[in-house]
């Protein structure tokens, strides 16, 4: 209410989702284009209102998934609360050759923006950038004067802003709006700063940046400390109305903000944070588990919002407490973030046109007729064994039928011999990139270890298994177990990718996904869904570093 008592509407805060740029720079968070451009459909669901989609410049295969995101996803409004459809950004360095490959990859999409990006703290332009404070301000003003002749949707970031001079960064902030910046975001890169500090340094830019009415604020937080969510939100309440986040707070080294948590915070404590979102809270759990398969990144079981605890009551004396009343122990409704939202609930006398139509409610209505004819028989096979099939199930096919690299290697056939009376053995039939059909057999110290030998013997790349994660998708014995792993390559060629970011080269790890109702053959789908991607990389690498580097 105002003094009037007039009841306020309630500013919104943009939600900027970055899962697919700061979010794929976490070291094995690789996604393929396919599954970027699948995770943007769902960012669109979610009611995300702009996508970081990429950094173009980074590798041709960079500029290709912002390039399908703003062609395919950027016009989509279905379901959107706000009505318009997700702006889509590319984020650049404050240089031109960045910035015009950035615009390029975006231009398609009917909204969309350029983010560019120069650091202003000492460190860094001693360091990193080699130039003073007046270079600095140059570099700004020409980058954004280029940026805005080729849209009017401009974003500019001065990295590593909590720890630069605030009174260096109004000065560059200052020319950045003058020059044509219409949102000004203030990175927490290193994850240093607490909520009392960034608050006040959102407030203050606020107050003396000369022109600030004139532009959205907006954070931008890592968690080194653990506190990229509390200062996210004291980014909110000191007027930042946009906020930059990634499901499942991947990222850099300890990652980002996370959507979710800044997202139900809002909801939960209305009284706190006089803001609104056009999220669809109810796309929450199913977008993080969507992120969790395709970048292999398994999240946390507890995790706030989207852990598999978030919402479990293990103490007795809280499971009495709930069975008397739920809001004794829970603040928030586990349906509002699309938990047990649907149980249903297919089965083997489901035709194949419930099954389209189920396909379609739940968002997936760009596949093409062939995939779900696919995805119609796995569904057929896992009703013969499983009684009622989940939307999770259904999800879960999809993840390993539709949404897989291309299969330079295939699985056939796979059988295994365990216990514990005999040498765990695995025999694998496999079609290779040339179609020819390859047998062969090894041993292990476990089915599934057996099952990566026998495999590693026929595709003969050496490589390391970083993490194996396997999880039921439903509860009960019948469960679609799903497997995802992370191999990274024994040093050789692709065993590097390039950061442009910081000019370093970075360890490359590759993530693969598989499901079945048993549980070596989900393995052995995930371990080929790794190795394929591995290999398809390889390909293009070489090309990726002199482009970059030149
Ligand atoms: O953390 C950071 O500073 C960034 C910028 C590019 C916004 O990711
Ligand atoms: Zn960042």
Redesign the pocket.
Same mark, same amino acid.
């Given at each position: 209410m105002n003094e009037d008592g007039v009841r306020k509407q309630k500013e919104t805060v943009v939600i900027f989702d970055?899962t697919l740029?700061?979010g794929e720079?976490s070291p094995g968070a690789t996604l393929n284009v396919d599954e970027k451009v699948e995770i943007a459909r769902q960012l669109s669901r979610l009611g995300v209102d702009i996508c970081e989609a990429g950094f173009p410049i980074a590798s041709p295969g960079d500029f290709e998934a912002v390039r399908r995101i703003a062609e395919e996803v950027g016009s989509l409004t279905e379901g959107r609360k706000s009505g318009q459809p997700m702006v889509i950004a590319g984020?650049a360095r404050a240089n031109k050759q960045d910035i015009k490959r950035a615009y390029e990859a975006v231009r398609v999409a009917p909204r969309h923006r350029i +983010?560019t990006?120069l650091?202003t703290s000492d460190i860094h332009l001693k360091h990193k950038l080699k130039m003073d404070r007046e270079e600095c301000i140059e570099q700004v003003i020409e980058s954004v004067e280029y940026a805005k002749a080729f849209c009017d949707d401009i974003e500019f970031?001065p990295?590593?802003?909590g720890r630069s001079d605030p009174e260096f960064l109004v000065q560059v902030l200052e020319q950045a709006i003058k020059a044509g910046a219409t949102t000004l975001?203030i990175?927490?890169?290193?994850g240093y700063t607490t909520p009392e500090e960034f608050g006040w340094l959102i407030k203050y830019l606020i107050d003396n940046t000369p022109g600030a009415e004139t532009v959205i604020w907006s954070t931008?937080c +890592?968690n080194d400390l653990g506190l990229a969510t509390a200062n996210t939100l004291a980014g909110v309440q000191a007027g930042a109305r946009q906020v930059?986040v990634t499901l499942n707070g991947i990222?850099?080294r300890a990652g980002?903000t996370s959507l979710e948590e800044v997202v139900m915070a809002i909801e939960t404590r209305p009284q706190k944070f006089d803001v609104k979102t056009n999220i669809d809270t109810t796309q929450i759990t199913r977008t993080s588990h969507m992120v969790a398969t395709y970048t292999g990144m398994v999240v946390q079981a507890n995790k706030a919002i989207v852990g598999a605890n978030a919402f479990a009551h293990e103490a007795g004396i809280h499971q009495d407490g709930m069975l008397k009343n739920q809001q004794t122990y829970e603040i928030m409704r586990p349906e509002t973030v699309g938990l047990h939202a649907s149980r249903l609930v297919m089965g083997k006398h489901s035709g194949s046109h419930a099954f389209r139509v189920r396909l379609e409610e739940m968002g997936y209505d760009n596949l093409s007729s062939e995939e779900i004819n696919l995805a119609f028989k796995r569904f057929k096979r896992l009703a013969d064994k499983k009684k009622v099939v989940t939307d999770a199930d259904i999800e879960a096919i999809i993840a390993d039928e539709i949404y897989q690299p291309p299969e330079i290697w295939k699985l056939k056939k796979i059988q295994v011999s365990c216990g514990d009376h005999s040498i765990p053995t695995a025999s694998v039939h496999m079609i290779g990139p040339d179609g020819k059909d390859y047998r062969d057999a090894a041993l292990g110290t476990g089915p599934v270890d057996a099952a990566y030998e026998a495999i590693n013997r026929i595709v003969g790349v050496k490589n390391r298994l970083t993490e194996f994660n396997i999880n039921a998708v439903t509860e009960g014995l019948d469960a679609v177990a799903e497997a995802t792993i992370r191999i990274q390559p024994y040093n050789g060629e692709s065993q590097y990718a390039f950061n442009p970011?910081t000019n370093q080269p970075v360890a490359r790890t590759f993530s693969g996904h598989g499901a079945s109702t048993d549980i070596v053959v989900a393995s052995a789908r995930a371990y080929l869904s790794a190795l394929n991607k591995m290999l398809a990389a390889r390909v293009v690498e070489s090309s990726t570093v002199e482009m970059v580097a030149g």
């Open positions: 970055t740029r700061d720079q984020l +983010h990006f650091a970031s990295e590593d802003a975001n990175p927490d890169t290193v931008h +890592h930059e990222g850099e980002n970011q």
